[in-house]
């Protein structure tokens, strides 16, 4: 699939052109092939240690790891996290973003904040496929892989935020750590999403 045209806005932005944009410095809108290399290029590490380490009592326990992957990446966290995104709402069949290129759309697009269950999905789904590969390691006492496998998963994770967490205009991801000032920027020029989450800041205020 290919990237978006980086000079014209995104489909939730109500701006004619990039010109000038006062986020875009700080948001990434636009995603480039080599983001999604950079992005493969930091969290593969991780999964090849940990095939390594399954790989050592058989095929099909390393199978069914991948098959865990798939499915949560390519399906499950695009219904609980994905859909949320501002990229969700573009035009097209799959996703065209950095971390899920290529990923379908099989849910509808929900703008706004993620719901506590669809938390509690994500959350449990990484510790799943994070934690999946532990017990192999300990069992077959490889220690080496062990300690490898949790220093570049670790690595991964705090390149993820640094760096690629702290530009994405996902809002509603748990990990997301854009500043509230530049999320109100955002806002200003993508009125349909502000209206979602000043709708959800509405409720659970009036809860309270």
């Not at 978006?4 to 109500?14: G, V």
Request: hydrophobic share 45%; glycine share 8%.
């Amino acid at each position: 699939m290919a990237f978006l045209d980086p000079s014209k806005p995104i489909a939730t932005c109500i701006a004619s052109d990039c010109v000038d944009c006062p986020v875009s410095k700080e948001v990434h809108c636009h995603f480039r092939p080599k983001e999604l290399a950079y992005f493969l290029l930091i969290c593969f590490p991780g999964f090849i240690v940990g095939g390594a380490g399954i790989l050592a009592y058989g095929v099909w326990f390393l199978a069914f790891w991948i098959a865990i992957v798939i499915g949560f990446f390519g399906f499950l966290e695009i219904r609980v996290m994905c859909s949320h995104c501002p990229h969700y709402a573009e035009n097209g069949t799959t996703i065209g973003c950095w971390a899920n290129h290529g990923s379908p759309k099989l849910w509808k697009y929900r703008p706004g904040p993620m719901s506590l269950i669809e938390k509690m999905i994500f959350f449990g789904g990484l510790i799943v496929v994070w934690g999946y590969p532990l017990p192999f390691f300990w069992i077959g006492k490889q220690w080496f892989l062990l300690a490898l496998y949790f220093l570049t998963n670790a690595a991964f994770f705090a390149t993820l935020k640094l760096f690629l967490c702290s530009q994405c205009m996902n809002f509603a991801c748990p990990l997301n750590s854009v500043g509230q000032a530049t999320r109100d920027k955002f806002f200003q020029r993508n009125p349909s999403i502000a209206e979602h989450w000043g709708k959800h800041e509405r409720s659970a205020n009036h809860k309270d």
